[in-house]
């Protein structure tokens, strides 16, 4: 950990910064003949191109090598992990690509989950004692929250313990109290929330990978899971904010669908509305999105009555 925090301290004395598109995308860029070797160190940190020795500042390659995150092939090097900035903050996670059981990823839906989670902690009516960003990854939510609601309890959770040690660098890097913790959802963790974030995993991943697969139908299992928490652990006046997914069938939104019924009989005041109707286009040749016409990302809203 020591030696990631000395490298993220490092690139933010070179200026370093790095906007993180999608996996699509990323691809695209770095299958174009002249990106086949990084040059600078977006190239290696941020696009995750083989470097050579030289190419990079000697106490970036070192650091890496303590850090357990330098890969060697022959005189071909490469960075286990990616640096990607927001909210001027710097934000470690894993390499593309993020193929791994315990992947940790960090990526457009993390900037409009964190924006979401911003806009939120500005317009709530309640002063924010206690919040708890499910599912963290990067801890991308909880260091936003924590960032804009000084002196709230705000906890990380997450089964990944590779999230958990990204989210804890995070969290130092930036500067604020963020307590990263092991928990399935907010089963081992305690008490009432004023605000709940999380962006799961929405998608359906035939591999099954932790990071991607929302789990049963429509991979909407995850998303349901957290809603269901939600509605058992807000405290008066507690919002949640969940930024998910959802393959639209003829014209059909089956997660809005299934978050109604999730929702019906509790007292959660609940907007939802679509953040980008058309994302992950890719997707859908593939078998698990065959009848799907389009994948869209959502943002769900509930409150309680305080």
């Not at 470690?92 to 992947?103: I, L």
């Not at 963290?136 to 089964?159: E, F, N, S």
């Not at 359906?204 to 429509?218: E, F, H, M, S």
């Not at 299934?258 to 959660?268: F, V």
């Amino acid at each position: 950990m020591t030696a990631l925090l000395e490298l993220g301290d490092t690139l933010k004395e070179l200026g370093y910064t790095f906007t993180t598109v999608t996996p699509t995308t990323h691809a695209r860029v770095n299958r174009r003949p002249s990106n086949a070797w990084a040059r600078d160190l977006r190239d290696a940190l941020g696009w995750s191109r083989p470097f050579r020795p030289g190419t990079l500042p000697a106490d970036v390659v070192d650091l890496l090598d303590r850090a357990g995150a330098l890969a060697r092939s022959g005189d071909s090097l490469r960075s286990l992990v990616r640096f990607s900035t927001y909210d001027d903050e710097l934000f470690v996670h894993s390499a593309f690509p993020t193929q791994a059981p315990d992947a940790v990823f960090f990526g457009p839906d993390t900037y409009r989950m964190a924006d979401a989670a911003i806009a939120s902690v500005r317009t709530c009516s309640t002063p924010i004692r206690r919040a708890v960003d499910i599912g963290c990854g990067t801890g991308a939510g909880a260091i936003v929250v924590a960032k804009r609601a000084p002196g709230a309890q705000v906890l990380a959770v997450d089964i990944n313990d590779t999230a958990l040690r990204y989210a804890s660098v995070n969290a130092l890097q930036a500067g604020v109290a963020v307590e990263p913790c092991r928990s399935d959802l907010l089963d081992d963790v305690d008490g009432s929330f004023d605000l709940i974030v999380s962006n799961p995993p929405f998608m359906i991943d035939p591999a099954g990978r932790t990071y991607r697969d929302g789990g049963g139908p429509g991979g909407h299992g995850l998303t349901l899971e957290i809603i269901g928490a939600a509605a058992s652990r807000l405290a008066p006046g507690g919002t949640l904010v969940l930024f998910s997914g959802v393959g639209i069938v003829d014209g059909h939104d089956s997660l809005r669908a299934a978050a109604a019924e999730r929702l019906s009989g509790t007292d959660l005041v609940w907007t939802y509305r679509e953040v980008d109707p058309d994302v992950y286009g890719e997707e859908l040749d593939d078998d698990a999105y065959a009848d799907a016409e389009r994948i869209a990302v959502v943002l769900l809203t509930a409150a309680r009555p305080a």
